[in-house]
Nanobody, 128 residues
Framework: QVQLVESGGGLVQAGGSLRLSCSAS????????MGWFLQGPGKGREFVAA????????YYADSVKGRFTISRDNAKNTVYLQMNGLKPEDTAVYYC?????????????????????WGQGTQVTVSL
């Protein structure tokens, strides 16, 4: 079992920044990749960013490339999502997820079923 807890969400004006954190506990040694997804009001869950543990390769949705950065702190078992240049359309609940199987295909990083554990989500609201 892996437990994930997100934090760092809040209300920010357009153009501002937020850093989300995802703290992992439990059998974290089994983790092969971590991802961030968002779910806007009335919408399905969408891929934002991911990192493969073995080589720290990162992957991003086109909508956030150049604005968001995923990183990790091994000592703290924490994954971060630095979000800059926020836009109102970034408003959503943000979830982190952990995958226990190695993901090699870039496409698979954006697939919800590639991940085994999910956090409870943190709300990000971007105002005009």
């Amino acid at each position: 079992q892996v437990q994930l807890v997100e934090s760092g969400g809040g209300l920010v004006q357009a153009g501002g920044s937020l850093r989300l954190s995802c703290s992992a506990s439990g059998r974290t040694v089994s983790t092969q990749a971590m991802g961030w997804f968002l779910q806007g009001p009335g919408k399905g869950r969408e891929f934002v960013a991911a990192m493969r543990w073995t080589d720290e390769n990162t992957y991003y949705a086109d909508s956030v490339k150049g604005r968001f950065t995923i990183s990790r702190d091994n000592a703290k078992n924490t994954v971060y999502l630095q979000m800059n240049g926020l836009k109102p359309e970034d408003t959503a609940v943000y979830y982190c997820a952990a995958a226990l199987s190695i993901i090699w295909s870039q496409v698979r990083f954006s697939v919800i079923s590639s991940y085994d554990y999910w956090g409870q989500g943190t709300q990000v609201t971007v105002s005009l």
